[in-house]
């Protein structure tokens, strides 16, 4: 209490307001800094539980179910190994990759950080869209020949970052499309956004879930797709592992323009396509009026720690008005993003130059290798498999099962983490994926584990 008077040194709900000032302040409502209502007698807030605030959380957020795929797995796979903790665990689950980064990019890469500790090296805030050398480097790679240009690829910190920056460059109004299963990001941040309403059970309404079984070769029924204004597409798909054929994607390009839709074009995996499919949506007639392409160097060069990747926005896709989708993701762009690490862009430079991308396949050979190993060692006990040939990715069949019990029961009897299928989307219900980004010896020693459970 304040001497000679009867309030206390401090107004309750006005922290800090000295109490020696509160007469004259009380005189005038207008006067209290922190009084919504100047009728009330006091500007107190009264909060019932400590340390919250007064601000909405976002519903929309609220809606996810349970936590994001990933960080559950990783979350069941520390409980099985706190009770077992001789354990020796082995992961065939989040395709994150194992192998070193090849030489002549960690060079670069070297180099790069060393010349940041020198004046003529140093370099602070670049182009937000990406080094001008390596945006020419990524479109003279990939995508020249289709006829686009530098100035529409975005280099990024990463495929799946751009998703998000997608979103928030279509906004919440935007109906989606997806397949189903698929990456769990698509649906995610689109429920984040408020594309959808709420979780019904197995999907969330509102989002059209193109379903893709293996009797269509995990391709969508388009006939029964309705309209939306994005449609999310991952070709070589995770995770089924299904790579789309040329007729295929000529199929959704005529069908996203019919609709006056959007293709949001994952092309994460490319890099593994063995055959005559195409690389790249852009290898189809027509699709740089309906669609954009995200890549990425992660599974390319194994910069999933190092982070880099692209989106390539072409300057002849537009919106209902005429308004060119390029210009405000560059805004969105400039916006939000201050551009990738300059010692991650000096790898992706290196990736792209003739002894890098000699490296780069062969680190890709060694996956491919490592899910042909797990594709015959499946087929060979008996299971229906997908994937393995165009992708890092395995699909495995466990028909009238649930995913997650298939998760379970393989995790506890064979100290194998796997990704439940059901993860991806209903109809991934029934399946296991199993991730070719593995250390050999620990391939091998899994499918020895897996003969020994399931082997005939």
Known sequence: MLLGTNMPAALPGCAGLDARRAPQLMTSPRRCPCRAQPRRPQCAVTQEVAGTTQVRRNENIGKLQAGYLFPEIAKRRRLHQEQNPDAKIISLGIGDTTQPIPPSITRAMRDA????????GYSGYGAEQGRPELRESICSRYYAMHGLQAEEVFVSDGSKCDIGRLQVLFGQQMSVAVQDPSYPVYVDSSVIMGMTDGFNGSGYDNIQYMVCRPETDFFPDLSKVKRTDIIFFCSPNNPTGAAATREQLTELVQFARKNGSIIVYDAAYSAYISDERPRTIFEIPGAQECAIETGSF?????????????????KALKYADGATVHADFNRISTTIFNGASVIAQAGGLACLQ??????MGQLVDYYKENATILRQTFKEMGFTVHGGENAPYVWVGFPGRESWDVFSEILTQCNIVTTPGSGFGPAGEGFVRASAFGQRDDVLEAVERLKAKYGK
């Open 298 to 314: 992660s599974k390319y060069a194994g910069f999933t720690g190092v982070r880099l990747g692209w989106t390539v926005v072409p």
């Open 113 to 120: 950080a060393e010349g940041m500790g020198t004046i003529e």
């Open 354 to 359: 003739p002894e890098g991308y000699r490296e």
